[in-house]
């Protein structure tokens, strides 16, 4: 645990995930003190948060460590004026054993059946069926002929459980995942907000993958909100409305799916809040000048819906955001002169701490950029990609040789 300011009695939030940032950052517009619970502690999350847990395993792996994570949920629980805990991604392998944990906090978000209903496959892609909502072909068995086929964990997140058909190679794997066929169109999300069975659309993103390795769909971030047509958002509207009706999703949930313009494939519901919220606050900040996470908060502490003036200006955004994870090319170590500048530059976000050991692919930071339309927006992120690749380069020295290249 590490304080980062003085306390005071305004109330307390939790948040729990591979990164809280976001999280954080959305809390602190709500004017709510933070405890974030991650395993980066990157210098955002710190600004935003009273305090931070390290909640990593140690060992180098980007993965929580279950017993770190319940010890601090434990004695966040002692917090003045807690509301309770929020989880993010990463925790997906650790909720059925977290909601059955006793001396925790509020948890406040979709309980375990909730989440069952919509994450273990069979019953989720049997539940699309019966609401005769699309999704691409899935097997429990092995594929015929695994071409054009997928493996995906059930419990994974971030793209990094998706591997091709062919590289399954034990029937225990099979066990803990399904095979679903590649489909067709653009991969896209919808952030929505359950409320008492029903889904308020908040706005539709472009998702972006990226290859490492041999994980072809590892995600890097997302464009949005974008304009989707008429007939397609209310298919989408439809089909959330459904899911939320027969499986209570409460509070701010997302939808992956695919389409070509026409068409709505899902491919998987995230029952928790997405990073994307953070696209739709830069975008709309009329709409939400509280922050997306103080809306989550009401449809689960009060069953309270946004109101209709905020959707309306969201659906009319100001501006288009995105976000793209840079991945490290090389190996190298977080200088001083690097952290600053990037803390110091208002398109980085995630930025690490000086010393940071940073192998090669895995996340540096997270580019964010607002600009008037969705191809000014990559063409920011493409810039800001290049900026940051080059202040790498040259701020990976001793400190000093790096600030003198600088002055």
């Given amino acids: 645990m590490k304080p980062h300011r003085p306390l005071t009695h305004a ?3 939790a948040l729990a995930g591979l990164s809280a940032r976001w999280l954080a950052q959305s809390a602190a517009r ?4 933070v405890a974030a619970l991650d395993i980066f502690g990157d210098r955002d999350t710190r600004e935003a948060a009273e305090l931070w847990f390290d909640i990593g395993r140690g060992d180098g792996a980007l993965a929580i460590d279950r017993a ?13 004026g807690l509301l309770g805990w929020i989880g993010g991604s990463g925790l997906e392998p650790l909720m059925p054993d977290l909601c059955r944990e006793p001396g925790l906090p509020r948890f406040l978000g979709n309980g375990a059946g909730t ?17 005769r909502i699309a999704h691409p072909a899935v097997s429990f068995e092995p594929p015929a002929t695994p071409e054009g086929w997928l493996f995906k964990r059930a419990d994974g997140c971030g793209g990094t459980h998706i591997r091709a058909a062919d590289a399954v190679g034990s029937t225990s794997d099979c066990a803990h995942g399904y095979f679903q066929r590649i489909g067709q169109g653009r991969s896209l999300s919808a952030l929505f907000i359950g409320v008492r069975g029903r889904a308020h659309l908040i706005g539709f993103a472009e998702q972006l993958t990226c290859a490492t390795g041999d994980l072809r769909f590892v995600h890097a971030g997302s464009i949005g909100p974008i304009d989707l047509p008429p007939t397609l958002v209310a298919h989408a509207q439809l089909a959330l409305d459904a899911l939320c009706a027969r499986t209570g999703l409460v509070g701010i949930n997302s939808c992956d799916f695919l389409s070509d313009g026409t068409t709505f494939e899902v491919l998987e519901i995230n029952a928790r809040p997405s990073s994307t919220l953070a696209l739709y606050e830069t975008a709309s900040p009329d709409a939400w000048p509280a922050g997306l996470l103080a809306c989550h908060l009401d449809a689960c502490r009060h069953a309270h819906a946004p109101s209709a003036a905020s959707l309306a200006l969201a659906r009319a955004p100001r501006w288009r955001a ?12 977080v ?12 398109q980085c976000r995630d930025v690490p701490t000086p010393g940071t050991r940073i192998d090669v692919a895995q996340p540096v930071c997270t580019l964010h950029v607002r600009a008037a339309s969705a191809d000014a927006v990559r063409g920011a992120l493409d810039a ?6 080059q202040r790498i380069e040259t701020c990976d020295e001793p400190d000093h040789a790096c600030l003198h290249a600088h002055s």
């Fill in 384 to 389: 800001q990609h290049e900026r940051v690749v």
């Fill in 30 to 33: 709500a004017s709510l003190h």
């Fill in 322 to 333: 995105g976000q793209r994870v840079l991945f490290a090319q090389r190996p190298f170590n």
């Fill in 68 to 80: 770190r994570l319940v010890d601090a949920l434990a004695r966040v629980a002692h917090l003045p």
């Fill in 115 to 131: 989440i069952a209903a919509v994450r273990e496959p069979r019953r989720f892609f049997a539940l699309l069926d019966a609401l």
């Fill in 335 to 346: 200088s001083a002169a690097f952290s600053d500048a990037c803390l110091r530059d208002p």
């Fill in 11 to 13: 109330p307390f939030v």
